[in-house]
């Protein structure tokens, strides 16, 4: 039986240093804040934004909601960001995704400045993560090299494994893990031979989108195994692409889902925000 990674104990312990350390530059007279753009209600990005105001609160973060409407046309959204963009109470700006589709996602990412990218999604951010010298990880990544260190187990010459080659999470994540040193393979939907590339992995990340796309045959002996994995099943439930309760009788480490990466990347988005604002007051980090 493999132990527990808690990700939602370590994302209250990176939101209370969050806090500590927002309270302390409010102090100095700089107050970080994040403001929040959703177009449309789509009711799953309704819950991440609430989630996101809460967590604002929790770290002495001020957040600003701008709720738009479906039909908001891509020039009124442009307009806003340009408009958050030189304003400075806003260190983050954070455009909840997907957008309706009148409205270009790379556009509206590419207009967001990015010293306020707190998403690192701004192509300026993803080169910077490519060459190792970044103001901001994308947070998913981020929080799930969070939870393999917590572990204790070093990414330093082990294999590692990354399903899934998104722009947000399956790429950064191996680019992460690259820095850190591991042998890593990125697996997709192209890949041949998926079992025998999973079983050779110490640490293996499963971004696929996939309820239980990862049985206990594909894990190998005492690996860490990260869940990204955010399914919404029939009955409401939310479920990983990790079969959780085969695979935690192999792995040596596993997150659950719910309480495993969610929690952390919503922390990492407070830490952004708050090295944002420390980037815009070139204050030391
Ligand atoms: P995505 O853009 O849909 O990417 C999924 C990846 O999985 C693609 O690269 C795809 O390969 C690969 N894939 C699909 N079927 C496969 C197969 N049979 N074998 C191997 N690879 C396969 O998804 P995403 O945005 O990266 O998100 C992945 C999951 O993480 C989703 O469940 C999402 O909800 C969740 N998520 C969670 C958080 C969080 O905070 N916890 C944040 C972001 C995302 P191809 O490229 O070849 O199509």
Redesign the pocket.
Known sequence: MSNLIDGKAIAARVKEEVAREAAELAQRGIRAGLAVVIVGDDPASRIYVNNKKKACEACNIRSYEYALPESTSEEDLLALVEKLNADPAVSGILVQLPLPRQISEQKVIAAISPEKDVDAFHAVNVGKIMIGDFDFLPC?PAGCLELIDSTGVSVEGKRCVV????N???KPMAMLLLHRNGTVTI?????RG?REICREADILVA????PKFVTADMVKEGAVVID????RLENGKLCG?VDFDAVREVAGWITPVPGG??PM?IAMLMRNTLSAAKLQNRVQA
Do not use: E, P
């Open positions: 998913t399903i899934g080659r998104s947000i999470v399956g697996c997709h939907s192209k890949t998926l971004a696929v989108g996939k990204v994995g955010m399914n692409d990466v969610g990347t």
